[in-house]
């Protein structure tokens, strides 16, 4: 079997400084200027996409350089190298979520499709007028509008669980919302607003005590905390490559078989047809029936890359750092006299995402400010307008981290926010 993927080199527990020196971009400086080299860039923006370590990109280079064909198609040498480690990248994944079989793995362009294509798949043949949808008030616009456009189409009801004002889910909201008319609950694993870590044990064994299945976009999660879709007993779980090391254009939806088993396929074409006729055809098993035309080849191996180097670096050490830096960037935050206002709860609670508004400064000029000082952080409602509705804001300032994110860059955030704040009020 052909070998794409180089090992990192260093130990666990990691340094998050020399863990650094994998990720070529992290040594950026910005903003130079005659006679002034600029400053380092301080990358906060992870929860809308994270950076590559070399490891990744390498394994990009060596497939085109090495190992590219289409996959299942060729009886040649090469097409047999491109798909078997495209397979080793379904089992990399399969194993790192504990799913059952490589048959629950099914390779999407990301979160979003995935979703879709449960709305679209499952829901058009299991949910009619009457039925409802239970979602929440933190979800992202990629788990609120597939479930609209489903109402549109069959007549069914999208209704959402509250949340509380710190941005927690009323649990004891949840037995009175299922009702025999539920027949899915979708959620998000964590906010990526709030960094709220939601109770999926709790919800998914509710939903299924009331016949529902349930869905987890687990997009802001699975990159950063264990997962085991066998242990939560999960339906559906869908996420993104790129939020996890992995190149963009990937992602995965993780069904149970016998659901994906009785699911009409999504998207229609080659690969996912076992036998095509003049007036019909006849799908392929899984899990190409649900992998229409030539796949995301090169992103896939990259996806499983990107695995390895997580497994290497260790999900509970992640989780560690993450937390510390939520801890700090809470910390420093609080220190400023600027009418700071956390979106979501306490860092305790929450994962590696601190969402916030100034009365001083709005948060667009809080993410320009930023990027003076080479930090970048996200402003606007981060695809969650309803949830920004329901804390009664417009818009917030979002900094995200991941591992490779340190303290002293918390505290170069601190600091730029402080002089932002002195900038705004000369103006
Ligand atoms: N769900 C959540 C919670 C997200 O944070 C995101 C992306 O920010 C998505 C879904 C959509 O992911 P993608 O754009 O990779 O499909």
Known sequence: MATAVPTTSHAVPFDPESIRGDFPILQTR??????????????????????????????????????????????????????????EAREKTRVFINAAAREEVIFSYGTTEGINLVARSWGDANVKAGDEILLSEMEHHANLVPWFQLAERTGCKVRHLPITDDGQLVLDALPKMLTDRTKLVAVTAVSNVLGTINPLPEIIRQAHAAGAKVLVDAAQSVPHMRTDVQA????????????????????????????????????????????VRLDGFESADLPAKF???????????????????????????????????????????????????????????????????????????????LDRAGVAVRAGHHCTMPLHKRLGVTASARASFYFYNTTAEVETFGRALGEALRIFKRK
């Open 291 to 369: 992998e229409a035309g030539t796949p995301p080849i090169v992103p896939a191996i990259g996806l499983g890359a990107a695995i390895d180097y997580l497994n290497q670096v260790g999900l509970d050490a992640i989780h560690a750092q993450e937390t510390l830096l939520t801890l700090k960037a809470h910390e420093v935050l609080e220190g400023l006299d600027a009418g700071v206002r956390f979106l979501g709860p306490e860092p305790a609670k929450k994962a590696g995402i601190v969402s916030f508004t100034m009365k001083t400064m709005h948060a667009h000029d809080i993410a320009q400010l």
């Open 232 to 275: 939560l007993d999960c339906d559906f779980l869908a996420f993104s490559g790129h939020k996890m090391l992995g190149p963009s254009g990937v992602g995965i939806l993780y069904g149970k078989r016998e659901l994906l088993d009785a699911m009409p396929p999504f998207l229609g074409g080659g690969s996912m047809i076992r036998r």
């Open 30 to 87: 910005l903003h130079a200027t005659d006679g002034n080299s600029g400053v380092p860039l301080v990358y906060l923006d992870n929860a809308a996409t994270t950076q590559r370590p070399r490891q990744v990109i390498q394994s990009l280079v060596d497939v085109y350089e090495k190992h590219y064909a289409n996959v299942h198609r060729g009886i040649h040498w090469l097409s047999d190298q491109s798909t078997d480690l495209y397979e």
